[in-house]
T-cell receptor
Framework: DVKVTQSSRYLVKRTGEKVFLECVQD?????MFWYRQDPGLGLRLIYF???????EKGDIPEGYSVSREKKERFSLILESASTNQTSMYLC???????????FGQGTRLTVV | QKEVEQNSGPLSVPEGAIASLNCTYS??????FFWYRQYSGKSPELIMS????GDKEDGRFTAQLNKASQYVSLLIRDSQPSDSATYLC???????????FGSGTRLSIRP
């Protein structure tokens, strides 16, 4: 079975802190994604990566950056956390091709 | 215009009836289409994928795709209370590209 693991289930951070959300997949998937999910807005794509060190902006990249130094790991970085970044963050991975994405368990981030 | 649109619901269906969920997308070069189910507090899980026009059946679930109308739907037959969840439609444009989700439809199956 595909396993996508996010480093934290719940996280509370202070405004202005630099925050790292980590995601690891064990199926040698080329593509990895970061989404945030807010009530009524569905899943919105922040960034995705189609290969090591390769990344593309999604629909809402402002305030975020990403890092993919190894194929299995994709990190989301909040450079200076703000209260409007309080959300559920979901990582996903997929094979290259017209294939589905598999999700991690999610990280509920609260910025106070 | 949003890339992937769904009616947010809630959609209420009696147990045993057919639930019909709809999704439209804006980009004609979209190649693959997915339906995910998400229970409250859980991550999305894949129910169906469909790539070509027509119907695809898997148990109680049928996905329907009409590329000319840019429309994809999910039918759930013999609806059960355990089908109560949010259903997310997702579209992928090409092999290396992003997967875009709709905002989801909340489905409630009433006993």
């Amino acid at each position: 079975d595909v396993k996508v693991t996010q480093s934290s289930r719940y996280l509370v951070k202070r405004t202005g802190e630099k925050v790292f959300l980590e995601c690891v997949q064990d199926m040698d998937h080329e593509n990895m994604f970061w989404y945030r999910q807010d009530p009524g807005l569905g899943l919105r794509l922040i960034y995705f990566s189609y290969d090591v060190k390769m990344k593309e902006k999604g629909d809402i990249p402002e305030g975020y950056s990403v890092s993919r130094e190894k194929k299995e790991r994709f990190s989301l970085i909040l450079e200076s956390a703000s209260t409007n970044q309080t959300s559920m963050y979901l990582c996903a991975s997929s094979l290259i091709g017209n294939t589905e994405a598999f999700f991690g368990q999610g990280t509920r981030l609260t910025v106070v | 215009q949003k890339e992937v649109e769904q009616n947010s619901g809630p959609l209420s269906v009696p147990e045993g009836a057919i639930a019909s969920l709809n999704c439209t997308y804006s980009d004609r070069v979209s190649q693959s289409f997915f339906w995910y189910r998400q229970y409250s507090g859980k991550s999305p899980e894949l129910i169906m994928s469909i790539y070509s026009n027509g119907d695809k059946e898997d148990g109680r679930f049928t996905a329907q795709l009409n590329k000319a109308s840019q429309y994809v739907s999910l039918l759930i037959r013999d609806s059960q209370p355990s089908d109560s969840a949010t259903y997310l439609c997702a579209v992928r444009y090409s092999s290396a590209s992003k997967i875009i989700f709709g905002s989801g439809t909340r489905l409630s199956i009433r006993p």
